[in-house]
T-cell receptor, first 114, second 114 residues
Framework: DAKTTQPPSMDCAEGRAANLPCNHSTISGNEYVYWYRQIHSQGPQYIIH???NNETNEMASLIITEDRKSSTLILPHATLRDTAVYYCIVRVHHGSSNTGKLIFGQGTTLQVKP | NAGVTQTPKFQVLKTGQSMTLQCAQDMNHEYMSWYRQDPGMGLRLIHY???????DQGEVPNGYNVSRSTTEDFPLRLLSAAPSQTSVYFC?????????????FGSGTRLTVV
């Protein structure tokens, strides 16, 4: 699986958009970009994923560059409850020897401030 | 629909003891996996399974055994506990490929080996 690079920490003001970057310059054509977050010591929570098109759901938006070498997770109106560690992960879907592996990096600690 | 259930939530073992961490899911997911998370660190993959009867090693498999006799259950066995295995253990499951819901994580088992 391709490795990802994220900044170790970021701050965001409550009510503002939080933009979390992720570099995955060695991503392959069949690797998806996943975002998870972990609040305190809870189990990670799925946020969103995508292959090459931008994606949006009720939690966030995912913007993937045209060359797929980087992506940005956008939380449109950050709240204090969004304070968490955010993980960007790339993995292959069904049909390869890497099927099923989800390898976490160190993630970005997002601190939302009042 | 209980999701992913891990038991026990807390456990203290003496060095050399063996035990089994239980993980069960009721979503008919093909894929299940075990992670450990040490303080201040990201999650590291121990073992994973893409279906009943099929298991494979992750990043840190030494000292752990797994088996997958049913779709629902994926127990993790510590053969001879060591202090280095003190950690929080998370179980996760998903469809393969994960689809829109991604991976579902359990709430974790906090293990201390003394």
């Amino acid at each position: 699986d391709a490795k990802t690079t994220q900044p170790p920490s970021m701050d965001c003001a409550e009510g503002r958009a939080a933009n979390l970057p992720c570099n995955h310059s060695t991503i392959s054509g069949n690797e998806y970009v996943y975002w998870y977050r972990q609040i305190h010591s809870q189990g990670p929570q799925y946020i969103i994923h995508g292959l090459k098109n931008n994606e949006t759901n009720e939690m966030a938006s995912l913007i993937i560059t045209e060359d797929r070498k980087s992506s940005t997770l956008i939380l449109p109106h950050a709240t204090l409850r969004d304070t968490a560690v955010y993980y960007c992960i790339v993995r292959v879907h069904h049909g390869s020897s890497n099927t099923g592996k989800l390898i976490f990096g160190q993630g970005t600690t997002l601190q939302v401030k009042p | 629909n209980a999701g992913v259930t891990q038991t026990p939530k807390f456990q203290v073992l003496k060095t050399g003891q063996s035990m089994t961490l239980q993980c069960a899911q009721d979503m008919n997911h093909e894929y299940m996996s075990w992670y450990r998370q040490d303080p201040g660190m990201g999650l590291r993959l121990i073992h994973y399974s893409v279906g009943a009867g099929i298991t494979d090693q992750g990043e840190v498999p030494n000292g752990y055994n797994v088996s997958r006799s049913t779709t629902e259950d994926f127990p993790l066995r510590l053969l001879s506990a060591a202090p280095s295995q003190t950690s929080v253990y998370f179980c996760a499951s998903s469809y393969e490929p994960p689809g829109r819901a991604g991976y579902t994580f359990g709430s974790g088992t906090r293990l201390t080996v003394v």
